[in-house]
DNA sequence: GGCTTGCTTGGAGTGCACTCCAAGGTTCTA
DNA sequence: TAGAACCTTGGAGTGCACTCCAAGCAAGCC
């Protein structure tokens, strides 16, 4: 799976709307001016362990990144990006593989944004249906929370 | 683990307020009049497996189940209570041995109901970070289905 | 009675998403 | 220049929630 070095985020095509990607008020607040962080430093910003770090690189969920020239990673503010948008997709409920199949869709280009949209529009209806299961079981939490504050320990009125 | 035979459900204390356990309209339309059903009748009705229901009672997520005189089970409307409320613990995220945890202060008896409700709230605090995180991934998935859609594949206007 | 379908058990297997290990090379600080 | 702290790899291990298996009874029908 060569990758032609094709830019990680839907900045792609050169004048298109600009994507940021999940950006907004950066999360913490990333350290400096830097764009090269070892493997260490990313996983004190994303809140991955440096054991998951890797072994995204290994499944595909990372597009290629950087090594000094003795072979240790050198990630730059675009992975760090990208692990954003992948923590936000994490949080969906997306499976890894589908996150690889969307990492894919990103390295093949620009030709692969119809099928972007439509992966990401059917993880946005399982999120909608989530809230509403979620919701659900809220009303019967509700329920039976009030039945236990109605009715404390060892009730005297029989 | 010898459990005398408390009833399942919250309905515990004599005159307390009656608890019907996530019922109001019944999910499946519940067979006829009957109170014992077979492991495959349960498993339609709930959408389980007959295997998920053995190990439920395996692991003592299930309140001592009846069986036949040579030792099948036979499931009871009570039994199909429970299971519907499980179900919605489920989807609340909760893990199953904090399920069991549940279970195991049903059958404790009434005096472990501050317990259980504290069990009840704790988990509706997650429910609700649960949906404040899911709209948080809405808003990213929106803004991204929003740039596929304003730059269609292979966009013209470079 | 014979046949099919269903139920029983303990224990082993599965898929997911990490998580860790050993053995060795690298980088930084004193 | 030594030592501590960090990084590398492939592969093995973990925890969760099921999921299945084999071998043998049980139930319902003609």
Not at 48 to 63: C, K, V
Not at 126 to 133: G, S, W
Request: glycine residues 6%; proline residues 7%; aromatic residues 8%.
């Amino acid at each position: 799976m060569e990758s032609t070095p094709v830019p990680v985020l839907e900045t792609t095509s050169p004048a298109a709307p600009v994507d940021v990607c999940a950006s907004g008020p950066r999360p913490h607040p990333r350290p400096e001016g830097q764009d090269r962080y070892t493997i260490s430093e990313v996983a004190e910003y994303t809140g991955l362990t440096a054991h998951t770090l890797r072994w995204y690189e290994r499944i595909g969920l990372m597009p290629h990144v950087d090594r000094s020239h003795t072979g240790q990673r050198r990630f730059t503010n675009r992975d760090l990006d990208w692990l954003t948008f992948v923590g936000k997709l994490r949080l969906t409920g997306m499976s890894v593989a589908d996150m690889v199949r969307y990492a894919e869709l990103v390295r093949e280009g620009d030709h692969t944004f119809e099928e972007r949209r439509q992966l990401l529009e059917s993880t946005r209806r399982d999120v909608l249906t989530r809230i509403a299961e979620l919701q659900g079981t809220l009303a019967v939490l509700d329920y039976k929370i009030e039945f236990y504050a109605g009715a404390p320990a060892a009730p005297e009125r029989s």
